[in-house]
């Protein structure tokens, strides 16, 4: 039975920050062209929010990804992505595990455990995904895709992913649009979508991101990663809600560079998590120049 602490990790709602959005993620690669990103995050949490969403004292862990993402334009009107993901989990011990134990401990007649099992752990692949990107509409600079993806994991990972499930559906309707505010350029990029069988049943997703470019090599990101479960049909409910700040560099026209910290700022049966993330990108041209609506970027 997974611990406390290792669903509260899972509530976080964090998939690693998704290197789609922050690019413009209704955006498509022209055929032939191709980007790839290698994304770490380090994150930890002592608090999380509970049942009413107040933030409150929780068993601690801290947590490493690595995630790498490729997307290929095969056509103008459909882009083919896949991405995998490396995951260093640590955790605390919680007193409620350490009852539990106790009680199990006593009911079968055992020996009580004079020390407290180490909190959970694990080090190894995540989740894994492969899926595809289509234009449906173009009005004007609005650009809106449908994208599904079918992730999978291990069954000693999904503990500690968002998932309950060996396979996983991610279905999301993705608007982007060019904007402009006092002189810089940049857009911005909405998406709405639902995520089959996660830890507390199928989830709600709202991703919102904005890019502006102060210079033509510095774009900053600006990006908000909402997931919530309605709670019906036995499940529970549970909201999270991250923020996160980064900014993109470009060394050249092929590579960019990203820093950036994010943070839950919200929720409620979820963790308080907060962390810092690096990326590097690599954009590869097969037949076509540069196209943008704002500059490379996606996070969680």
Known sequence: MPSLLSRLAVCAGLPVLSPVAARGGALLEPPGDALAIVTTTFADAAKAY?????????????????QGYVEYGVYDWLT?????????FRGAASNLDYLNILTAEAKAGASL????????????????????????????SMVISLEAKLRAATPSARQFLDM??????????????????????????????????GQNGGEIRADFTYGLRPFDAVLLLAQSFTAATPGRFGSSFMVSQKFAASAVYDLTTN??????VFAAVR??????????????????HGSSARVESGGPAELF
Do not use: C
């Open 164 to 197: 309950k499930t060996q396979l996983q559906e991610d279905v999301r309707l993705q608007l982007g649009h060019p904007v402009e505010l006092f002189g810089m350029t940049g857009f911005g990029d909405l998406q709405i979508g639902y995520r089959t069988h």
């Open 80 to 88: 083919i992505i896949a991405e995998s993901n490396y995951m260093n």
């Open 267 to 284: 929720g409620v049966n979820s963790s308080a998590e907060r962390g810092a993330l690096a990326a590097i990108w690599y954009r590869f």
């Open 113 to 140: 455990s004079v020390v407290a099992a180490p909190g959970p752990s694990y080090a190894g692949l995540g989740v894994g995904s492969a899926g595809a990107r289509v234009r449906l509409a173009e009005f004007g």
């Open 255 to 260: 590579i960019s560079v990203q820093l950036g």
């Open 50 to 66: 509970d049942a009413r969403g107040r933030l409150i004292s929780a068993p601690s862990y801290r947590k490493f990804e690595a």
